[in-house]
């Protein structure tokens, strides 16, 4: 009988300790407030991944402009595919090229034809973004931090 009332107390005494005892709850908050306008001023950045097409690894690294209104400015860039080095040059895609920014500060880039080549991630006000290259054959990613914000008229 004894056996039997201390089971009883320590399960009682457990269910109470539980009751009692504060739970963390992890409430995940959707990001609002994002736009094409976070995204804007020069940014370094650096590029590393493989990519099939030009036969394996990839990296680069350079400057890139986002001017703030869904339109890509300057990118310079270095870069190295599958060990074949190309020194300082332009990049094509700074062409008519442009981005998106969503509500959540999720977004894409675009060729001037519209063929999205690169989903983004806003970070931190505008401070930095992270890329993922959408291109077939690719596993690239990119990450680029402010350097300067383009002056304000």
Known sequence: MQRRLIWVTLFSVAIVVTALYPTRKVHATPVQGCSVANLKGTYGFNRTGVNNVVGGPIASIGIQVFNGDGTIGLTRLTRSNNGDIQDWTYAPRS??????????????????????????VVLDGGKGFFLLSEATGTIVTEEGT???????D
């Open 95 to 120: 062409v008519d090229a442009s981005y998106t920014v969503d509500a959540d500060c999720t977004g894409s880039l675009f060729t001037a034809d519209g063929t999205k080549t690169n989903n983004l």
């Open 146 to 152: 402010r350097i300067e914000e383009e002056k304000k």
